[in-house]
């Protein structure tokens, strides 16, 4: 036979659960009070100090483990190509092979790696392989060191101007 209780006697029983969760909760809005942004340059009035701003769009922004203005730059120079790895938080992108459909007998693979959290020329290194037809199969061949110089700096040009926008 089981034993039954009133709803009275229900409810009263839910009290300390409710009272706990109640607990919780205002602790949990009390410590969120206390936390800091950490920012040095925040002005008393919620903004950035004007001469700062600058200082905020500065070349070491990294929010996502890299230098983010080299990634994005470089996930938009690539964009045409199908990517096969993006990893924002080793820096590699790494694109599938892609052909021209004006030049469907030869094909390129970049992999773009950036090094640094720094917005530098040396944070970024671009690699390239391609393949021509023949014979009916894909034989490799040498890339020209001026078109991997061309994509590195077509990234870096990107980048500086995603920076400068964003100094505003």
Do not use: H
Request: aromatic share 6%; hydrophobic share 45%; with cysteine.
């Amino acid at each position: 036979m089981a034993l039954q209780t009133s709803p009275a006697a229900q409810r009263l029983s839910y009290a300390p659960v409710l009272a706990r969760g109640l607990l919780l909760c205002a602790l949990g809005v009390g410590l969120a009070g206390c936390s800091s942004t950490g920012d040095a340059f925040a002005s008393p009035f919620g903004g950035p100090e004007p001469q700062q701003r600058a200082d905020l769009a500065a070349s070491n922004v990294t929010s996502i483990g890299v230098n983010s203005y080299l990634w994005r730059a470089s996930l938009e120079t690539l964009s045409f190509m199908p990517l096969i790895q993006a990893d924002s938080a080793g820096g590699v992108i790494a694109t599938d092979w892609y052909a021209n459909p004006t030049n469907p007998n030869e094909r390129v693979k970049i992999t773009v790696s950036i090094l640094d959290q720094d917005l530098r020329a040396d944070a970024l290194r671009v690699a390239a392989s391609r393949e021509v037809l023949q014979n009916g199969g894909w034989v490799s061949a040498p890339v020209q060191a001026a078109t991997v110089q061309k994509l590195e700096d077509i990234i870096l040009t990107k980048a500086r101007d995603l920076r400068r926008s964003a100094a505003g």
